[in-house]
């Protein structure tokens, strides 16, 4: 099975890591009970950490590095698409390069922490909405409202799982659905324009 490459904000990984893996965690207080035992009160889901490592090979083996660091420097969160996992909201917060110098190789490891916006696994059906008929032609931004079709969010939808599913790339169904604010984010109910 041929997986998509993995990107993160404007770098794409010339082959996918080597070793992927996702902590989850979850916030716990546990309160001592006078005369009893204990309590522990769930405080909800905390970050997750997403932490590989992985190889460029080949004459711009450090050329493909140093593009990497410069995305690891530019400020702020960025989109994360990973070819098996959901999309996800991350930092980039560690880099190292994990081997002695040598020609055309690199080893290197990387830590991506999430901030928390619901997460929703994976997902299901597509159903066409019945939408009033438009003598309009299709712009080039997709296709006319008369052609256009919906899906009906499940519980365990990402957008990622969706357009992956449709054939489609996830920055076209962002914009065909300007109404989602949050890429992350979405409900059960909510219809999502694909084609």
């Known amino acids: 099975m041929l997986l998509a490459p993995m ?18 965690q979850r916030s716990m207080a546990d309160h001592k009970v006078p005369f009893g035992r204990y ?15 992985g190889e460029f090979v080949g004459p711009d083996a450090y050329d493909t590095f140093k593009a990497l ?5 530019s400020d702020g969160p960025g ?3 990973h070819p098996v996992w959901q999309a996800a909201n991350v930092y980039f ?9 040598r020609p055309g190789y690199v080893r290197y490891t990387f830590t991506f922490w999430e ?33 256009a079709v919906y899906y009906t969010v499940v519980s365990g939808d990402t957008l990622w799982a969706i357009a992956r599913r449709q054939g489609i790339t996830l920055t076209q169904l962002i914009a065909w659905n300007p109404q989602i604010k949050n890429p992350n ?10 084609r």
């Not at 660091?69 to 420097?73: I, K, L, S």
């Not at 917060?93 to 110098?101: F, G, K, R």
């Open 93 to 101: 917060v560690e880099l190292s390069l994990a081997q002695e110098p």
């Open 115 to 147: 901030s928390y916006d619901d997460y929703i696994p994976c997902a299901r059906e597509v159903t066409a909405a019945a939408s009033p008929a438009s003598s309009a032609p299709a712009s080039a931004a997709g296709p006319s409202r008369a052609q």
């Open 39 to 53: 309590h522990l009160q769930d405080l909800g889901p905390a970050r997750r950490i997403m932490k590989g490592e």
């Open 7 to 24: 990107k993160y904000k404007d770098f794409t990984w010339p082959h996918n890591p080597r070793t992927y893996t996702i902590q989850y």
């Open 69 to 73: 660091a410069a995305v690891f420097y």
């Open 185 to 194: 984010l979405i409900h059960p109910g909510e219809k999502v324009r694909v």
């Open 79 to 81: 989109l994360l698409i």
